[in-house]
């Protein structure tokens, strides 16, 4: 199958969940995830009407951004950890950042979004699972994030981002997207609307609970090539 194709076929999927959802259609954004695949995929994606992509890898994010800049709308959203040595790249690249974990990179992307014409929209990551080996803040550090983020003209905060625990069965990580959304609820759905959360294998379990944007990438591209 083409990227086309299976990029329509998640589409299907998204629509089927929405519905299944009670929720009206195109209310779930799709992140098509390009990491560490090669620039000729997202322009097949592109020309299939893909303008979301998820990036994880900074130095990747700058080089791809050049090479792309010909394609007008393209957004690039960055979904992986950001270390405050590379928040320059971000504040200058992404349409969106999606893993705010802590104070001091609030303070730096503050001070490096200063050259945007726009304030760049975030979103907090919240580890909702407690893993050790994962990045994202506790449920009692989003209080703090908030006032940080509110507090930086040049940031606008969006929401709330989750990786969940694996599961082999998809519907294991519903008590996880729900958390997610109890936790919105809690600080304020007018402060928060979005949540991006849900990938290839559990998307529809995170329609059922409130995702906003999810974020897919084996399912429209295919295996990642080894680094």
Request: proline share 7%.
């Amino acid at each position: 199958m083409t990227v086309a194709s299976k990029l329509e076929a998640i589409r299907d999927r998204l629509r089927r969940a929405e519905r299944a959802a009670g929720r009206p259609e195109g209310s779930v954004a799709l992140i098509a995830v390009s990491k560490m695949q090669p620039v000729e995929a997202l322009r097949e994606a592109y020309a299939a009407g893909q303008r979301d992509f998820g990036e994880n890898y900074l130095q990747e994010l700058e080089e791809k951004a050049e090479a792309l800049r010909d394609l007008p709308d393209l957004r690039f959203h960055v979904i992986g950890h950001v270390q405050s040595n590379k928040a320059r790249i971000a504040a200058r690249h992404a349409a969106m950042l999606h893993t705010i974990d802590s104070v001091s990179l609030v303070a730096e992307l503050g001070k490096r979004v200063a050259g945007r014409p726009e304030p760049l929209p975030v979103l907090i990551e919240v580890n909702v699972g407690g893993e050790a080996q994962k990045h994202g803040c506790s449920s009692a550090q989003i209080g703090p994030l908030i006032e940080a983020i509110e507090a930086q003209p040049g940031l606008r905060l969006r929401g709330l981002m989750t990786v969940p625990p694996h599961t082999d069965d998809p519907t294991g990580a519903r008590p996880f997207f729900r958390r997610l959304r109890e936790l919105r609820e809690l600080h304020g759905i007018d402060r928060l609307p979005e949540l991006s959360m849900g990938m290839s294998h559990d998307l529809e379990a995170a329609v059922i609970e409130g995702a906003t944007m999810v974020r897919v990438g084996t399912a429209i591209f295919g295996e990642r090539p080894p680094r």
